[in-house]
């Protein structure tokens, strides 16, 4: 029903910037909430920045300040522009796309794409 597909990752050094871009297919009801994710060797998953439809986003402590979660409705585009980028960052990025739950409203991401690896180097 969604289908993810990330792109834009790559190597740079510490203070560079990357643009993460994640094509998304599908029904609007199925990416109310879209999000983008990393997961690093030996550590879980963790949340980076989350959209919801209408436009709210938030973002983990680590990358306030740092990278933008931004999308293209009409192109059907979510993308992360990360900048000031550290070592700390290298990780496999993943894109989410997920609906609220009934009682809560939160996110509940359902589709995830492939990953994209992004690598800071000192």
């Known amino acids: 029903q969604v289908q993810l597909v990330e792109s834009g990752g790559g190597s740079v050094k510490s203070g560079g910037s990357l643009r993460l871009s994640c094509a998304a297919s599908?029904?609007?009801?199925?990416?109310?909430?879209m999000g983008w994710f990393r997961q690093a060797p030996g550590k879980e998953r963790e949340v980076v920045a989350e959209?919801?439809?209408?436009?709210?986003?938030s973002y983990a402590d680590a990358v306030k300040g740092r990278f933008t979660i931004s999308q293209d409705n009409a192109k059907n585009t979510l993308f992360l522009q990360m900048n000031s980028l550290k070592p700390e960052d290298t990780a496999m990025y993943y894109c989410?796309?997920?609906?609220?739950?009934?009682?809560?409203?939160?996110?509940?991401?359902?589709?995830w794409g492939q990953g994209t690896q992004v690598t800071v180097s000192s």
């Open positions: 989410a796309a997920g609906t609220p739950l009934r009682k809560s409203g939160a996110p509940s991401y359902d589709y």
């Open positions: 959209i919801e439809a209408g436009g709210p986003t």
């Open positions: 599908g029904h609007s009801y199925f990416k109310h909430y």
